[in-house]
C-alpha cells in the first residue's frame, strides 16, 4: 500500500529551514566582500556584475553537493553608482553602458544574493569608491553624513521592527503589559527615520520597501513603505516565525526619485500564465524557469543576450515577467542603501545576512542624533541574550 508524501514544513519551526537561509547568507556575504574590494575607480561595472555572479556560482557548488536541492541566485551582482537607487547590472553587448567605470569617491550600492532551496537571502552593501593602489582614508563632510545617516536609520528600523514585548523583561504582569503595546504604525517609522536623516542634513529615499519574504518568493503579502510616494502604503507587521528583507535608503538630495534612461536589464519571472508566440520568447521563459525560478535575474546571465533582449519584450508585455525600471535621485544627488535578510524568533531578530559592521571610527562629522526617544531606541538590543556564546567562551577557556 502506498504511503502518502509527507508535507515539509518549510516555516521556521524547521531548523532545515534555517540552515539553509543561513548558508546561502554565508555565501551571500562573502562574495560581498570579495566584490566590493573589486570596486576601485577606474573599473568597468559590467565586469565587476559578472566576476561577483562567477564567485557565486563557485560558492553555491561546494554546499549541498549531490542533494537533489535547487540551487542559485536570489539576486544578480548588481552595482549602481552615486545617484542610482535600484540595482543596476549593464550588458556587455551594449554600447552606450558596457564602459560605465566607478569613480572616485561615489557611493557605490552592491547588491547580491543566493538561494538555497528556493530560501533566499538578499543583501545591500554602500561602499565609497577608492582611487586605485590608494588605502582608504577616514571619511569626512558630505559623504561621512550620508554613510552615518544610513547606518543609523538602518539600526533604528531594525529595532522597529522587534516584536512589542518579545524581549521584555520582569514579571509575567510586565511582560503581559508590554506585548500588549501595539507596534508602530508605518507613519510612526518612516516619522522616526526621517529625524533620522534629518540630523544629517540627508532625507529618506522616497518608497524604500521592507518585504516579507517566503520560499521562493520575495516580495510576500506584508511590506513596510517609507517615505510612501504617490499609490503606495505599506501593509502588515512583522511577527515571530518570519523572514524579511530591511532595507534602508537615504538621499543627500530631497530623496524624491525619477526613472532614469538606462536598459532595464533586471527582471523576474511572475505566476501569470500567457502562452508566448515568439520562438525566442519561449527560449527565453524556458531558460528562466530553469535557471531562476521566481527570483530576480540579469539578461546578461542568459545564455544568448541578444536573444534575450528581444525574447523579453513579450514577457513582460504581457506581464510574465516584471521588469525593474532603473530609477535614481530626482536631483542626481548620491544615495546610499541597506539591505538586510533578518528572521524573527521568539528570541528577537537574527541577521541571517546583511552589510559587514560599520567601522564608525573611520567617519567623523560634526553632526550626530540628539532626539531622546530615538536614542532611547538604538539602545534596545535586538534579540534576547540566550547565554549560548557565553557557555561556549567557558568551554574554551
Request: charged letters at 30%.
Given at each position: ?92 553587448g551594449d554600447e552606450k553602458e558596457k564602459d560605465v567605470v566607478l569613480q572616485a569617491g561615489e557611493p557605490v550600492k ?34 561621512a553624513d550620508l554613510i552615518l545617516a544610513t547606518y543609523y536609520a538602518n539600526e533604528l528600523l531594525l529595532r522597529l521592527?522587534v516584536p512589542p514585548g518579545l524581549l521584555a523583561s520582569g514579571t509575567d504582569e510586565e511582560k503581559a503589559k508590554a ?219
Open positions: 500500500m502506498a504511503t502518502e508524501k509527507e508535507e515539509v514544513d518549510y516555516t521556521l519551526n524547521n531548523p532545515d529551514t534555517l540552515t539553509k537561509y543561513k548558508t546561502a547568507a554565508q555565501i551571500s556575504e562573502k562574495v560581498l566582500a570579495e566584490v566590493s574590494k573589486l570596486c576601485v575607480a577606474g573599473e568597468k561595472i559590467v565586469e565587476i556584475c559578472e566576476k561577483g555572479d562567477k564567485l557565486i556560482e563557485e560558492e553555491l557548488a561546494k554546499v549541498y553537493r549531490g542533494k537533489k536541492i535547487t540551487k542559485g541566485f536570489s539576486h544578480p551582482t548588481t552595482v549602481s553608482p552615486s545617484s542610482f537607487v535600484t540595482p543596476y547590472t549593464p550588458l556587455a552592491i547588491q547580491l544574493g543566493a538561494q538555497i532551496d528556493g530560501f533566499g537571502t538578499f543583501i545591500c552593501d554602500t561602499v565609497l569608491v577608492p582611487e586605485k593602489d590608494k588605502a582608504r582614508d577616514v571619511v569626512e563632510g558630505r559623504s521592527m506585548a500588549a503595546v501595539k507596534a508602530p504604525t508605518q507613519s510612526k517609522i518612516t516619522s522616526l527615520l526621517e529625524k533620522v536623516a534629518k540630523s544629517y542634513d540627508c532625507n529618506l529615499v522616497e518608497s524604500t520597501t521592507s518585504w516579507l519574504f517566503d520560499r521562493n518568493e520575495i516580495e510576500g503579502k506584508k511590506k513596510i513603505v517609507i517615505a510612501p510616494g504617490e499609490n503606495t502604503k505599506g501593509e502588515g507587521v512583522p511577527e515571530v516565525g518570519e523572514v524579511w528583507g530591511v532595507e534602508m535608503g537615504v538621499s543627500l538630495g530631497s530623496g524624491k526619485v525619477k526613472q532614469y534612461d538606462q536598459r532595464p536589464t533586471l527582471h523576474r519571472r511572475t505566476t501569470t500564465t500567457y502562452a508566448l508566440k515568439r520562438p525566442s520568447s519561449r527560449k527565453v521563459y524556458s531558460e528562466v524557469q530553469k535557471k531562476f525560478g521566481h527570483f530576480p535575474f540579469s539578461l546578461r546571465q542568459l545564455d544568448d543576450e541578444r536573444d534575450a533582449k528581444s525574447g523579453v519584450i513579450e514577457c513582460v508585455r504581457n506581464n510574465v515577467f516584471r521588469q525593474y525600471e532603473v530609477v535614481g535621485d530626482k536631483d542626481n544627488s548620491p544615495v546610499a542603501r541597506l539591505l538586510t535578510t533578518i528572521a524573527i524568533t521568539k528570541n528577537g531578530i537574527t541577521k541571517l545576512g546583511g552589510p559587514p559592521a560599520l567601522d564608525l571610527t573611520k567617519f567623523k562629522t560634526d553632526k550626530k542624533i540628539e532626539d531622546e526617544e530615538i536614542l532611547k531606541i538604538l539602545e534596545q538590543p535586538l534579540s534576547r541574550n540566550t547565554g549560548k556564546k557565553n557557555k561556549k567562551k567557558k568551554a574554551s577557556e
